[in-house]
C-alpha cells in the first residue's frame, strides 16, 4: 500500500484497508513512541506545524511524533506572531511552508480550509481540525484505541454523548465505526443533535443510528462510552450554549449502571462532561487515548513521508 506524499484530510479518503493498514503500521510504532526504542527513520524531515486555533494534544503529539522519527519541526501555535496579523493570506502562508517543509500539518478554525492548503502545496498537508468539519488523525487514534481495548471494532455498542452537531471528532468518528459495522447510538441534547448527512452516512453502510436524548439507558447498553464537549466557542448565541452547558456528565454513580468492562473515551479537553473521579476507575481511557496519537501520528507521518520501517 502506497501512501507517499498523500494528504490526510478527511476519514473519507481512505478505504477500509487503508485505515485497517494504518492502524496496524501506528501498533509497530508503539514502542518507539514511548521511548523503548529509538530511530532515525525521518532525520532527513522538516514537518510544519500551523496552528491557527488552540491545541494542546494535536500540536504537541504530532510534535512529538516528528522528534520520536529523529525529525525536526517548525511554526507556530498562535497566528498572532505571524504576517497573518500584517493581512497575509492563507494561501501565501501555505506557500511559504510548503517551500520550508517537507509536510504541514494545519488546524485552522474554517471548514474546508485544510483542503484549501493542500491546493497551494506540493508537500502533504495533514488536517489537525478544520472547524465543525473533519479530525482525521484524531478518528485514527480513537479507532487505534477501540482495537487496543476490545480488540475488535465491528459489533461493539458506542454511545457517542454530548455535543454531536459542533464536535468534528464524532462526525469523522461515526463515519469510520459505521465503516466498521460498529453498533452506534447518539446521545445529545435536541438541540446539538448529529447532523442528518453524518446520520445518512451510517445508514449507506448499513448502520441504523438510534438518536435518543437519554444518556442512562445509553450508558447501560453500551460497550465503548466516547463522550464530547459542548463546543462553546462554536455556538453563533451564547444564549444557546448557556441553555445546554452541563446537560450531561459522567460519573462513578452513572457508571455503576454499567457493563463491568466499558471504556469511557472522550477526545479531550473536558470541561465538566466527566467527573475526575472517573479518573481513577479501569473504564477511564482518556489519557491513554490521547497518548495513542503519538504512535498513529508516528505511523502516518513515516508512510507520508517514506521512512522505511
Ligand atoms: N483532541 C484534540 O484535538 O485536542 P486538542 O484540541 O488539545 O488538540
Known amino acids: 500500500m502506497n501512501f507517499k506524499n498523500r494528504d490526510i484530510i478527511s476519514i473519507k479518503d481512505f478505504s477500509k484497508e487503508e485505515i485497517e493498514y494504518i492502524l496496524d503500521y501506528a501498533k509497530r510504532m508503539v514502542p518507539y513512541a514511548n521511548g523503548e526504542k529509538h530511530t532515525t527513520l525521518l532525520s532527513q524531515h522538516i514537518m510544519a506545524a500551523l496552528f491557527f486555533e488552540p491545541s494542546t494534544r494535536t500540536r504537541l503529539s504530532f510534535e512529538i511524533a516528528m522528534h520520536r522519527l529523529g525529525g525536526n519541526v517548525i511554526g507556530f ?68 484505541t477501540i482495537l487496543t481495548e476490545k480488540k475488535k471494532i465491528k459489533g461493539n455498542k458506542v454511545a457517542l454523548v454530548g455535543d454531536l452537531k459542533y464536535g468534528r471528532t464524532v462526525h469523522s468518528l461515526a463515519y469510520a465505526l459505521s465503516l ?20 445518512n452516512e451510517c445508514k449507506e453502510f448499513g448502520v441504523e443510528p438510534v438518536s435518543t436524548s437519554n444518556l442512562e439507558k445509553a450508558v447501560k447498553e453500551a460497550d465503548v462510552l466516547y463522550v464530547t464537549r459542548i463546543q462553546k466557542e462554536r455556538f453563533p448565541d451564547p444564549e444557546e450554549y448557556n441553555r445546554v452547558v452541563g446537560s450531561y456528565k459522567i460519573n462513578i454513580e452513572l457508571l455503576k449502571e454499567a ?42 507521518l513515516n508512510l507520508i513521508l517514506g521512512g522505511k520501517l
Open 180 to 199: 466498521f459495522k460498529a453498533d452506534l447510538t447518539f446521545v445529545s441534547p435536541e438541540t446539538l443533535k448529529m447532523p442528518k448527512e453524518v446520520i
Open 77 to 144: 501555535a498562535d497566528p498572532s506572531g505571524t504576517s497573518q496579523k500584517k493581512g497575509e493570506s492563507l494561501a501565501d502562508t501555505i506557500r511559504m511552508a510548503d517551500s520550508y517543509s517537507d509536510a504541514i500539518v494545519i488546524r485552522h478554525p474554517h471548514e474546508g480550509a485544510a483542503r484549501l492548503a493542500a491546493e497551494f502545496s506540493e508537500v502533504p498537508v495533514l488536517n489537525a481540525g478544520d472547524g465543525a468539519g473533519q479530525h482525521p488523525t484524531q478518528c485514527l487514534l480513537d479507532l487505534f
Open 259 to 300: 457493563k463491568k468492562d466499558i471504556i469511557v473515551m472522550h477526545p479531550l479537553p473536558r470541561v465538566t462532561e466527566i467527573d475526575p473521579e472517573v479518573d481513577k476507575t479501569p473504564h477511564a481511557i482518556y489519557f491513554k487515548q490521547a497518548f495513542n496519537g503519538v504512535p498513529v501520528r508516528m505511523a502516518l
